[in-house]
């Protein structure tokens, strides 16, 4: 089965610098990626997702890049601001025209905005 | 609209009795699907529907875990003869029907905080 493996496990910047998380995915029928953040004791909410037929989305302060060559994909959050500190997680799925598989989570990275 | 909600919020149970979480998807959403996220960790599969139907259901942990789904809508997660391990939040997702735009998008619910003492 699919295995996505997520770095790093915290991420402390400062507020206005970016922040970048990086995924790797081990299985080649995986096609979509998205990414999931999550504020403590709050649900997973989807900030950005990606197809395997683009290399690289870009949503305001928010882009993700997809290298499927090498499985692996990253977030980027530019001018990060106080708002930002949560946990991501990274996912992979496998999208067919009749529906989509489970995803398979990272493990999260812990994102802290230092003022 | 109203998102997915879960049912209870929180379910504090004894080792060895049986315990049922409830899902209530997006209205129209056709695909469901439960994980399970301990403390600390990252989200783990357990099982999707698709309609009424399960087509995979590699992701329950043993076969004290079951799910069933009736009417395209409302699915129970139930576990049998529970343990300590299986203390987590359990998240359910919902997507919209295949074929319409962003159907692979998955919805999240608030979860249900599962503790066996």
């Known amino acids: 089965g699919e295995n996505v493996e997520q770095h790093p496990s915290t991420l402390s910047v400062q507020e206005g610098d970016s922040a970048v998380i990086k995924c790797t995915y081990s299985?080649?029928?995986?096609?979509?990626f998205p990414w999931y953040k999550q504020e403590l004791g709050k649900r997973p909410q989807l900030i950005i997702d990606?197809?395997?037929n683009v290399g690289e989305k870009k949503d305001q302060r928010i882009a993700v890049t997809l290298n499927k060559t090498a499985k692996h994909f990253s977030l980027h959050i530019t001018e990060t601001q106080p708002e930002d500190s949560a946990v991501y997680f990274c996912?992979?799925?496998?999208?067919w025209g009749g529906g989509a598989d489970g995803l398979t989570f990272g493990k999260g990275t812990h994102l802290i905005i230092q003022p | 609209g109203a998102g997915v909600s879960q049912s209870p919020s929180n379910k504090v149970t004894e080792k060895g009795k049986d315990v049922e979480l409830r899902c209530d998807p997006i209205s129209g959403h056709t695909a469901l699907y439960w994980y399970r996220q301990s403390l600390g960790q990252g989200l783990e599969f357990l099982i999707y529907f698709q309609g009424n139907s399960a087509p995979d259901k590699s992701g329950l942990p043993s076969d004290r875990f079951s799910a069933e789904r009736t009417g395209g809508s409302v699915s129970t997660l139930t576990i049998q003869r529970t343990q300590q391990e299986d203390s987590a939040v359990y998240l359910c997702a919902s997507s919209p029907s295949a074929g319409t735009r962003g159907f692979y998008e998955q919805y999240f619910g608030p979860g249900t905080r599962l503790t066996v003492t």
């Open positions: 990606i197809r395997s």
């Open positions: 299985d080649s029928a995986s096609n979509y």
């Open positions: 996912a992979a799925s496998t999208v």
